[in-house]
């Protein structure tokens, strides 16, 4: 099992950052690939960004040159660095782990942080 607990979300005005992060216990050492997926209400959720085991990184087109996926391996933590803010941003934002263990894929994900653009 993987637990996820997300933390840094928050209310912050259009234009604004906010630095979420994700720190992964449990059995760890198989995870191939971390990410953010984000959810606005009567909105179905929706990758944000991910990032490999070997760095790789993609990003919706929405997030493109405002946020930014990172990790830093000695933690077990991700980070998502938003900039530039806006509203249409608003939504609870999920952590996502897939793990790869005896070639059986399984995936797990955090409880999830508000984060509120005000206009």
């Known amino acids: 099992q993987v637990q996820l607990v997300e933390s840094g979300g928050g209310l912050v005005q259009a234009g604004g950052s906010l630095r979420l992060s994700c720190t992964a216990s449990g059995s760890i050492s198989s995870i191939v690939a971390m990410a953010w997926y984000r959810q606005a209400p009567g909105k179905q959720r929706e990758l944000v960004a991910r990032?490999?085991?070997?760095?790789?990184?993609n990003y919706a087109d929405s997030v493109k040159g405002r946020f930014t996926i990172s990790r830093d391996n000695a933690k077990n933590t991700v980070y998502l660095q938003m900039y530039s803010l806006k509203p249409e941003d608003t939504a609870v934002y999920y952590c996502?782990?897939?793990?790869?263990?005896?070639?059986?894929?399984?995936?797990?994900w955090g409880q999830g942080t508000q984060v509120t653009v005000s206009s």
């Open positions: 996502n782990a897939n793990r790869v263990r005896f070639g059986l894929p399984s995936e797990y």
């Open positions: 990032i490999t085991s070997d760095d790789n990184t």
